[in-house]
């Protein structure tokens, strides 16, 4: 059965570092996202990808922020500037339409120190 | 607005004892709703979901959940517990023609007891 994947599984970084999280959608899905979740808190969404640009994004996206689909596999997340909030687990997730299910990847726990 | 509140962050059920996992929206249009769950050190895997059609929907796993629209609510329920169902589950829903984020609930941790 097809599915997400995300490398690597596990990133321990320096603050101020630039991480980049990668994701390998299902092949046949059109939308991307990539959603965060703090240790102990709620999952949130981050960001929204279809047709090579960004569909939607919440508060938490700003400007050191940043996803490309740089071929036609992989969807990756760009952390400019690492802060030691942004210590999460990042879950990438596809859907072949907008509304459909998402399938979510096992996610990208990042450690900023 | 889209938001989610699952009461108790923690459930503890004996093994075969019924599973109650509740779950209330707010949606300002008619919900999609799902239940996804997350094993240790893994990612969420979907359970099962309500878009339109039968209000009660049986996902992987013998889960099932009801939504009602008079309550709000999309409670997750399974007849027995067993002890591989112990994990995170996380009820979302997202808000179909006006955006295709969804809005997870902060999730209940499954504890079941041999």
């Known amino acids: 059965e097809p599915e997400v994947t995300q490398t690597p599984s596990h990133q321990v970084t320096q603050m101020g570092q630039e991480v980049i999280l990668r994701c390998v959608p299902i092949s046949n899905h059109l939308y991307f996202y990539w959603y965060r979740q703090i240790l102990g808190q709620k999952v949130e969404f981050l960001v929204s990808f279809y047709n090579n640009e960004i569909s939607e994004k919440s508060e938490i996206f700003d400007d050191q922020f940043s996803v490309e689909r740089p071929d036609g596999s992989n969807f990756t997340l760009k952390i400019r500037s690492t802060k030691l909030e942004d210590s999460a687990m990042y879950f990438c997730a596809s859907s072949q339409r907008r509304e459909e299910t998402q399938y979510f990847g096992p996610g990208t726990r990042l450690l900023v120190l | 607005a889209q938001s989610v509140t699952q009461l108790g962050s923690h459930v503890s059920v004996s093994e075969g004892a019924l599973v109650l996992l509740r779950c209330n929206y707010s949606?300002?249009?008619?919900?999609?709703l799902f239940w996804y769950v997350q094993y240790p050190n893994q990612g969420l895997q979907l359970l099962l979901k309500y878009t339109t059609g039968a209000t009660l929907v049986k996902g992987i796993n013998g889960f099932e959940a009801e939504f009602k629209k008079s309550e709000t609510s999309f409670h997750l329920t399974k007849p027995s517990a067993h002890m591989s169902d112990a994990a995170e589950y996380f009820c979302a829903v997202s808000a179909p023609n006006t955006g295709n984020q969804f809005y997870f609930g902060t999730g209940t941790s499954l504890t079941v007891i041999p």
């Open positions: 949606s300002s249009v008619p919900p999609y």
